[in-house]
């Protein structure tokens, strides 16, 4: 197996990248109930901020566990992802179960009721995808959206503790080609990407995964770091160009198959080879640290924005103003909860599990 170390620096310049999507994320999210129209939604490709995480997946999983799972065991390396994932997975269920009932523009807890809420609540905290809410597009995990992603992570995750790390490079190649032509029918069979978060398109999110967390492996193991004098700031401006690509209902399937297929894994490696100027490492290890506690916990008050559209429907400017302001507020409570909530639960039981295993 063809591994190579690749040195800490060169994460903190895709941590940084990573934290970017997920800003990207959070505000395509609020366009789309702003201006439901992506023709009119200038970052309305953001929805690949996803394939680019799982690209990003795959190539870290690689670096830290293709050398060390065979000591550590299966058991150890499932605990070390659910230590690390699911205490926001749980989180953000929490908050999603409590801006459902108390959302105070919507009446949807009371057409639900206790029981079908708490069912709701289950199935984000466990990720047991449970599309109920016809009036708000049956959305695999209601309370908290963004879940799906989750969901297919920890496939990808067993995927890759049973099977991937034992691929040898030639097979791998073989997957990766596999996976794009899915990914590439997945796309023109739709008509894009935006698949994976509902009933209806549940195995697009698949493929998704399938090809990007296989094509980051293989960057990670063919040693794929493009040396290069870039930093940190033209690094970002070519990750969030992509999300500005107009939308364009004839020609989506082909942006985003290009997209996803070469351009993401090139943006990796690039990035993997990358120099990050003196100055700029606290700011991408804020952007990285934010990029998963925002990512899991912004949605929930998405829904509240909905509500406040449908039912005060206000100006543009308007919108502008909450969206502006809400952004950053939901950056320092994602900031918060990691702080506080987040990095104690997952300081405490990786404790518990080293004090069992000595």
Request: net charge positive; aromatic share 20%; charged share 15%.
């Amino acid at each position: 197996m063809n591994t190579v170390l690749i040195t800490k620096q060169h994460f903190k310049i895709l941590d940084g990248l990573r934290g970017i999507a997920a800003i990207a994320v959070v505000i395509f999210h609020f366009m789309e109930f702003a201006v439901p129209d992506y023709k009119d939604n200038f970052i309305a490709h953001s929805y690949l901020a996803v394939d680019f995480f799982f690209c990003l997946s795959g190539f870290v999983i690689a670096y830290a566990y293709d050398s060390k799972v065979e000591s550590i065991g299966v058991l150890r390396f499932i605990q070390s992802r659910l230590i690390r994932l699911h205490p926001l997975v749980f989180i953000g269920a929490l908050l999603g179960l409590l801006t459902f009932i108390f959302d105070p523009f919507s009446h949807l807890y009371q057409g639900y009721g206790l029981a079908k809420t708490l069912l709701m609540f289950l199935s984000a905290g466990l990720l047991i995808p449970y599309p109920m809410v016809h009036e708000r597009y049956f959305n695999l995990f209601h309370l908290n959206p963004p879940t799906w992603s989750l969901f297919w992570e920890y496939v990808a995750n067993i995927f890759y503790v049973f099977v991937c790390y034992r691929v040898k490079n030639r097979f791998l190649w073989l997957l990766v080609v596999i996976a794009a032509l899915m990914l590439g029918y997945e796309a023109y069979h739709v008509g894009n990407l935006a698949v994976g978060w509902g009933g209806d398109n549940f195995f697009g999110g698949g493929a998704r995964i399938f090809y990007s967390f296989l094509v980051g492996m293989l960057v990670y193991r063919s040693n794929w770091a493009i040396k290069s004098r870039i930093g940190f700031i033209l690094m970002g401006i070519l990750l969030f160009v992509v999300f500005l690509i107009p939308f364009n209902d004839r020609f989506n399937w082909l942006i985003d198959s290009i997209a996803v297929i070469f351009y993401f894994p090139f943006l990796v490696a690039l990035g993997a080879g990358a120099t990050l100027k003196v100055g700029y490492e606290k700011i991408c290890r804020f952007f990285g640290d934010i990029s998963y506690p925002l990512y899991m916990i912004h949605y929930p008050f998405l829904w509240i924005f909905l509500s406040y559209v449908e039912v005060k429907k206000p100006a543009m400017n308007e919108m502008v103003f909450v969206m502006i302001i809400s952004l950053f507020l939901l950056i320092g409570l994602a900031y918060s909860i990691m702080i506080f909530i987040d990095q104690p639960i997952r300081k405490y039981f990786n404790a518990r599990i080293k004090k069992i295993t000595i």
